[in-house]
Every structure is written in structure tokens, then in C-alpha cells.
């Protein structure tokens, strides 16, 4: 095991931990982060963003079948629940 000598540890590489370590990093501190699942937290892996994606894919879906109000001609074919799972995914990969 080796042992380090930081300025900073944070707890939790959640949104919170994550901003909190990266500004004390930007200040010049020497900063540990301890998080044991990944980095990002349960908002960005399983929470918030995930739901904010399911979130925008229904609503195109809505918009499209409704398109024809707007003054524009699509046909909605139905939800391509695998590629909504892969949007969901890309998004919160990046």
C-alpha cells in the first residue's frame, strides 16, 4: 500500500465532490478523491441525467406525432426502446 500526503480529500465523487475537488485542484491544493463506485455519482450514472434523457426522447416522440400542428408532415412510427437505451447510455457516457 503506498501513502500519499494530500491538502484536500473529498469524499464522494458525486456532482458536489467532483466540482468541490476540481477547484481546490484549479487553486493549486493537492487533492484526493475517495469515491467507491463511479465518479459522478448516482445523478449522473443512475439518477438525474439518465431520467433527463428518457425525459427528452419522449418528448421528441410527442412533438413528433404532433408535428402536424406545427405545420410539419412526419409520421411517428413508435419507440425504438433500444435505441432510446442507447441514447440514454451515450449520454451519460459523455
Known sequence: ????????????GGSGGYAAA???????????????GKVGGTCLHVGCIPTKALLHAAEVADVTRESAKYG???????????????????????
Open 1 to 12: 500500500m503506498s501513502e500519499h500526503t494530500f491538502d484536500l480529500v473529498v469524499l464522494g
Open 22 to 36: 476540481l477547484r481546490a485542484s484549479q487553486l493549486g491544493l493537492t487533492v484526493g478523491l475517495i469515491e467507491k
Open 72 to 94: 410539419v408532415t412526419s409520421t411517428y412510427g413508435g419507440v425504438d426502446i433500444a435505441g432510446v437505451t442507447a441514447y440514454r447510455q451515450e449520454v451519460v457516457a459523455s
